[in-house]
């Protein structure tokens, strides 16, 4: 076991290594140019690792924690991130919300299937794409993967193609919501429908807050988001069930046994730290052991590591990504993925245009 332990130690530490560099460099480079959250810090973590894997290489006594750090220190980060979202959050914008929501996953889904099937993208690399656009990004991306046994350079190329579109959405998405004279609350479900990382998000919110005034869409924005993440519960193993069923040689249907094992546990972890936010924030009286004031500052330094593991897992990703792989696959992921962020973008302005 000790021997085990110790083999994981050199890619855990390089992880590290790259997250911090990555977390400082962004909070940097936002700091200069003003906006707290333009640069996503998981993004440069991907090319920093993706760089020193194609100009230094890696050694093989890396590995083992590396491997480590893509799936089992993202599993923990995605748990612990769900401290952010209490089930009180989900109805702060009205029930009105989640039909914009649901339109917008089914919608990128569909669109990311007959696409797939068009261009004859490999179906591993189609799914990733339309999961990581209809519902988070990166996170999405990772959890789908192991369940359709993706390979690692699938996994990249789908969440570099989703990083691209979701920064440029990010950019120019707040002021297409001013120009459309959204009000805060709609601003805010379009942000966070239509956008693809929660950091992203997140940069959209504030970009508009500090452009155009405002002070809700921002949290309006983050907390659609973090709904949307949630609905990770049952898409990723309504995917896999997809997925193995279409690419199965026999008709047999996955019988409940076997549909036990697609279930992500971590994905039910995350769920299970929402609930615990919630029965949190409900208990605050004279007599409770934590006020709010320290409620919150656990739930804060929850969010901060939950977010710095992620970090550690993208870089890891990078670093264990070959590019000359990555060349083999072609431009056609990348038609998908803008297709796909696009009517994803189109839905939620229909949605809100038509019906808020």
Same mark, same amino acid.
């Given at each position: 076991?000790?021997?085990?332990?110790?083999?994981?130690? !050199?890619?855990?530490?390089?992880?590290?290594?790259?997250?911090?560099?990555?977390?400082? +460099?962004?909070?940097?480079?936002?700091?200069?140019?003003? $906006?707290?959250?333009? #640069?996503?810090?998981?993004?440069?973590? *991907? *090319?920093?690792?993706?760089?020193?894997?194609?100009?230094?290489?890696?050694?093989?006594?890396?590995?083992?924690?590396?491997?480590?750090?893509?799936?089992?220190?993202?599993? *923990? =980060?995605? &748990?612990?991130?769900?401290?952010?979202?209490?089930?009180?959050?989900?109805?702060?914008?009205? #029930?009105?919300?989640?039909?914009?929501?649901?339109?917008?996953? @089914?919608?990128?889904?569909?669109?990311? $299937?007959?696409?797939?099937?068009?261009?004859?993208?490999?179906?591993?690399?189609?799914?990733?794409?339309?999961?990581?656009?209809?519902?988070?990004?990166?996170?999405?991306?990772?959890?789908?993967?192991?369940?359709?046994?993706?390979?690692?350079?699938?996994?990249?190329?789908?969440?570099?193609?989703?990083? /691209?579109? =979701?920064?440029?959405?990010? /950019?120019?998405?707040?002021?297409?919501?001013?120009?459309?004279?959204?009000?805060?609350?709609?601003?805010?479900?379009?942000?966070?429908?239509?956008?693809?990382?929660?950091?992203?998000?997140?940069?959209?919110?504030?970009? $508009?807050?500090?452009?155009?005034?405002?002070?809700?869409?921002?949290?309006?924005?983050?907390?659609?988001?973090?709904?949307?993440?949630?609905?990770? &519960?049952? &898409?990723?193993?309504?995917?896999?069930?997809? $997925?193995?069923?279409?690419?199965?040689?026999?008709?047999?249907? /996955?019988?409940?046994?076997?549909?036990?094992?697609? &279930? !992500?546990?971590?994905?039910?972890?995350?769920?299970?730290?929402? @609930?615990?936010?919630?029965?949190?924030?409900?208990?605050?009286? +004279?007599?409770?052991?934590?006020?709010?004031?320290?409620?919150?500052?656990?739930?804060?330094?929850?969010?901060? @590591? +939950?977010?710095?593991?992620? *970090?550690?897992?993208?870089?890891?990703?990078?670093?264990?990504?070959?590019?000359?792989?990555?060349?083999?696959? =072609?431009?056609? !992921?990348?038609?998908?993925? @803008?297709?796909?962020?696009? /009517?994803? =973008?189109? +839905?939620?302005?229909?949605? #809100?245009?038509?019906?808020?």
């Amino acid at each position: 076991m000790n021997q085990n332990i110790k083999k994981l130690i !050199p890619g855990l530490l390089l992880g590290i290594l790259v997250a911090l560099i990555s977390f400082y +460099s962004a909070k940097f480079f936002n700091n200069l140019i003003g $906006y707290k959250s333009l #640069i996503s810090s998981i993004l440069l973590a *991907i *090319i920093l690792g993706i760089l020193i894997k194609t100009f230094f290489g890696v050694k093989n006594i890396f590995n083992d924690g590396l491997d480590f750090n893509v799936k089992k220190v993202l599993r *923990i =980060g995605i &748990v612990i991130l769900g401290i952010r979202l209490s089930i009180s959050e989900i109805f702060s914008l009205g #029930i009105t919300g989640l039909p914009i929501i649901l339109f917008c996953i @089914i919608s990128g889904l569909l669109t990311g $299937y007959f696409l797939t099937k068009l261009l004859r993208l490999p179906s591993k690399l189609g799914v990733l794409i339309a999961v990581g656009t209809s519902i988070c990004g990166a996170s999405a991306i990772v959890a789908t993967a192991p369940g359709i046994n993706a390979k690692k350079e699938e996994i990249a190329y789908a969440i570099t193609v989703i990083t /691209i579109f =979701g920064l440029i959405a990010m /950019i120019f998405y707040p002021f297409l919501a001013n120009i459309l004279e959204f009000t805060e609350k709609n601003a805010g479900l379009f942000l966070g429908t239509s956008i693809h990382e929660t950091a992203q998000v997140t940069g959209a919110g504030f970009i $508009y807050d500090e452009t155009f005034g405002t002070e809700n869409v921002g949290k309006n924005a983050i907390t659609v988001k973090l709904v949307r993440n949630l609905s990770m &519960v049952f &898409v990723i193993p309504l995917m896999t069930i997809l $997925y193995k069923q279409s690419s199965s040689k026999n008709d047999q249907l /996955i019988n409940l046994k076997d549909l036990s094992k697609l &279930v !992500p546990m971590f994905i039910l972890g995350f769920f299970l730290m929402s @609930i615990i936010r919630t029965l949190g924030d409900l208990s605050f009286d +004279s007599t409770s052991f934590i006020n709010e004031e320290n409620w919150k500052w656990i739930t804060d330094q929850l969010t901060s @590591i +939950s977010k710095f593991l992620l *970090i550690i897992a993208m870089g890891s990703v990078g670093m264990t990504t070959d590019l000359n792989s990555l060349k083999n696959l =072609g431009l056609k !992921p990348f038609l998908v993925g @803008i297709l796909v962020a696009t /009517i994803v =973008g189109l +839905s939620s302005l229909l949605c #809100i245009t038509l019906f808020m």
